[in-house]
């Protein structure tokens, strides 16, 4: 897929959006998806609540400011922010570099996480981490993982709280029974750090999961 040419960050994030739901990771209206607005660094594009992510168009998004959460165009009338805006605002003030925030909820991510216990996941050694910037010779990596609230907003906290003070080792984190969020510094680069974190998950879901505690 390329997103190098996409004239808007809503029209990336619907071929995006139509990308994972093919792979089977936005199934139904599962899944959020975001990315700063190149004109207004201080905002960003988000897919409307309940959208069906196979069927996505440029009318499901709204613009909402990352500091205060307010909705500045709603596009439709009828469009609510995701619950999970909340999230994408917390990673966005975490990093000015951060310009997309991917969320998919797919079979593996629910399984690894499931039979893993602790707040951070181990991940095996794999050539793929090179995808995600990591270099080393035998890199010791985690991700982070968080449980699932019913109140999005206690997730959110929980983000801001581990991750200001120490700074995730991979772009991503996951949600216990729930799914994964990976961020880039493009959509482009976003996309493809999902595309690698989903195969290490597919990698440890047939493997077995990660290591228990
Ligand atoms: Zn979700």
């Known amino acids: 897929m390329n997103l190098r040419n996409v004239i808007s960050p809503r029209q990336g994030l619907v071929q995006v959006a139509s990308e994972f739901y093919r792979r089977g990771w936005m199934a139904g209206t599962a899944g959020n998806l975001s990315c700063r607005d ?3 660094p201080a905002c960003f594009w988000v897919t409307a609540s309940g959208r069906a992510k196979g069927g996505l168009t440029v009318a499901d998004f709204l613009l909402v400011d990352i500091g205060s959460g307010e909705v500045l165009d709603q596009v439709s009338p ?3 922010p995701s619950a999970e805006t909340v999230i994408h605002r917390a990673l966005y003030r975490l990093d000015p570099r951060i310009q997309a925030c991917l969320h998919v909820h797919s079979v593996d991510a629910c ?3 499931m039979r893993h216990q602790g707040d951070a ?3 095996p050694p794999l050539e793929m981490l090179k995808g995600l910037g ?3 010779e035998h ?3 985690e991700l982070p993982v968080f449980e699932n ?3 999005v907003d206690r997730i959110g906290a929980e983000i801001n709280r581990r991750f200001n003070a120490q700074v995730p080792q991979v772009p991503a984190f996951l949600i216990r029974h729930h799914g994964i969020t990976v961020w880039g510094e493009s959509l482009e680069q976003a ?3 999902t595309e690698i974190m989903e195969f290490i998950l597919s990698f440890l879901a047939r493997e077995g999961g990660a290591t228990r505690p």
């Open 191 to 193: 996309f493809h750090r």
């Open 78 to 80: 009828g469009n609510k």
């Open 139 to 141: 890199p010791t990596l």
């Open 134 to 136: 990591i270099w080393e």
């Open 149 to 151: 609230y019913l109140d």
């Open 121 to 123: 996941l181990p991940l």
């Open 38 to 40: 190149p004109g207004e």
């Open 111 to 113: 399984l690894v996480g």
